[in-house]
């Protein structure tokens, strides 16, 4: 176990590094020069020397591998820069964005287990019948949404009509979370429930399922004891693995509601070509993702005993 985890450590390290490469690359390329935007937007005239200055003291006047070295040289010591815009630490900007984005993950993946388990559960329990058909509709549509579409959808039913939620969040509270956790949910739900089914009817096909209900044991104890325990592996799996893909996916919806979390601050900071922010972003999602990702692995493990890591002997 331990020699495993450390070379997926080990194989970490150059994907890390080239996600810095290409992240600051493409920030550095991506469109005009920060300091003559800034000046643009004070609507007044400025000199050249003051641009001068001004882009030799953020270092843009240094060659492009050179500011990256020391761009990178910080980030290993803890320094992420200060923010173009703010004028804050990015770091400490970024720390404080977090919670308000853990908060809406950990959300929508309860309400997404609260979906999508039992509806695909019923769905493989009632094959090719009218609630699988409606079930398999329904998950298609909701997958074939985009996620502005629903979130201005429940915005207009919930906030404006019933005004059940705010229309626009306000602070970090649950009543405010609801609407942009609800909308992620739905999109997620609507993949998971066929996987789920899958599962399940994968589990339902064995031999040993037959058996057990050649010898008369109840379908409910088959189901539960031992049909959805084999389930649990590809189920929890695909749940952690969702974990990594909602912290990198909820710029949009936390945008559209107004949501303070680190998505809606990459969108504010793109906009402003903040690339201090934009690197930081991309840099600790990439982190995030990575470390789900191992811990998906490991879990393998210990949610199932017939799984062997990596190098290990069977």
Do not use: C
């Amino acid at each position: 176990m331990k020699k495993y985890v450390l070379k997926r450590l080990l194989q970490l390290i150059p994907i890390l590094l080239a996600i810095t490469f290409l992240s600051f690359g493409m920030m550095r390329i991506a469109g005009s020069d920060v300091v003559e935007q800034k000046m643009e937007n004070t609507g007044s005239d400025i000199s050249q020397e003051v641009v001068d200055a001004a882009r030799e003291e953020l270092g843009l006047d240094k060659p492009f591998l050179i500011q990256y070295v020391v761009w990178l040289g910080g980030l290993l010591h803890g320094d992420m820069g200060t923010s173009y815009v703010s004028g804050k630490s990015v770091f400490s900007t970024f720390i404080s964005k977090l919670p308000a984005t853990l908060l809406l993950t950990a959300v929508s993946i309860l309400l997404t287990i609260l979906i999508s388990i039992p509806l695909g559960i019923l769905s493989a329990i009632h094959q090719n019948r009218f609630s699988d058909y409606l079930i398999r509709t329904l998950s298609f549509i909701g997958n074939s949404l985009p996620n502005f579409f629903v979130s201005l959808l429940l915005m207009y039913l919930f906030a404006i009509r019933l005004g059940w939620f705010p229309v626009i969040a306000k602070g970090v509270s649950l009543n405010s979370v609801a609407m942009p956790a609800i909308t992620l949910a739905i999109a997620m739900s609507a993949k998971y429930v066929r996987q789920v089914r899958a599962a399940v009817l994968e589990e339902l096909s064995q031999d040993y399922v037959v058996g057990a209900k050649a010898r008369g044991v109840r379908f409910s104890t088959i189901l539960w004891g031992s049909v959805m325990r084999a389930s649990l592996v590809t189920i929890i799996t695909l749940l952690m693995l969702s974990v990594g893909s909602l912290l990198g996916g909820t710029a949009i919806v936390e945008s559209i509601f107004m949501w303070d979390g680190v998505g809606k601050m990459a969108v504010d900071a793109i906009s402003m070509r903040d690339y201090p922010m934009i690197q930081a972003y991309v840099m600790w999602m990439a982190i995030i993702y990575v470390a789900v990702n191992l811990l998906t692995d490991i879990s393998y493990r210990f949610l199932d005993p017939r799984i062997r890591l990596g190098g290990e002997e069977g």
